[in-house]
């Protein structure tokens, strides 16, 4: 199983972003998945989650501004960042406990995209 990020990019303050977390290889389910940022010089941030059943869950840093899906039918999480902020510069990263082939549980991770917000 692998993840891949993608969408990120340069914005301006106050612009949007939608990151894209695809999960590829053989699987049964994606139980939840995370979305989580690291900033220069800064440890890893957990910003936020979608469990299953859909609940949803969000560090107060994003709480209102960003929202997460998942498209289980095209394998795909989804991060909606509005109203940017240059603090939220930062590389963001999937991670997806996923349901294999063997019936384990396991954590798999992306490789990060970069997001740059500007003034």
């Known amino acids: 199983v692998q993840l891949a990020e993608s969408g990120g990019g340069l914005v301006q303050a106050g612009g949007s972003l939608r990151l894209a977390c695809a999960v590829s290889?053989?699987?049964?389910?994606?139980?939840?998945m995370d979305w989580y940022r690291q900033a220069p010089g800064k440890t890893r941030e957990w910003i936020a989650a979608i469990l299953d059943g859909g609940r949803e869950n969000y560090a107060s840093s994003v709480k209102d501004r960003f929202s997460i899906s998942i498209d289980t039918a095209q394998s795909t999480g989804y991060l909606q960042m509005n109203s940017l902020a240059p603090e939220d510069t930062a590389v963001y990263s999937c991670?997806?406990?996923?349901?294999?082939?063997?019936?384990?549980?396991?954590?798999?991770w992306g490789q990060g995209t970069q997001v740059t917000v500007s003034v």
């Open positions: 991670k997806a406990n996923i349901l294999g082939l063997g019936y384990k549980k396991d954590d798999f």
């Open positions: 290889g053989p699987y049964f389910r994606i139980n939840t």
